[in-house]
């Protein structure tokens, strides 16, 4: 690594969420959940006609565009791994388990552990 971890105190995760549901608002997808994490995000979002990848990927950039504005730290260096996972959920119940874990089972497990 070139650069030291940087992880997301409660203000940066925050505006991660709101750009996340802004962006979401913007291209007109479905945002069942967004959860931002110190070292992650997730985000559940239906979208018609675009790829994980892709959706992944403008969620990033713009994300970094929002903290970059808004915290020097992040100016001159990646903010996020390369990549990342994506999953396409193909049914009602897959969907119902992702948006419980995204919103409740990271925190539990972070209680619990």
């Known amino acids: 690594m070139n650069h030291e971890v940087v992880l997301l105190d409660p203000f940066q995760r925050q505006a991660v969420e709101v750009e996340a549901?802004?962006?979401a608002a913007f291209r007109d997808w479905k945002l069942w959940c967004v959860n931002a994490r110190s070292n992650h995000v997730h985000v559940v979002v239906s979208a018609q006609g675009a790829s994980g990848a892709k959706i992944r990927d403008q969620i990033k950039a713009n994300c970094t565009r929002v903290l970059r504005q808004k915290w020097?730290?992040?100016?001159?260096?990646?903010?996020?791994?390369?990549?990342?996972?994506?999953?396409?959920?193909?049914?009602?119940?897959?969907?119902?388990?992702?948006?419980?874990?995204?919103?409740?089972?990271?925190?539990?497990?972070?209680?619990?552990?």
């Open 21 to 23: 549901k802004r962006l």
């Open 72 to 113: 020097s730290v992040f100016v001159d260096r990646p903010v996020w791994t390369v990549g990342g996972d994506w999953k396409c959920i193909q049914t009602e119940d897959e969907l119902e388990q992702v948006v419980v874990y995204v919103r409740e089972a990271q925190d539990r497990r972070e209680r619990d552990g």
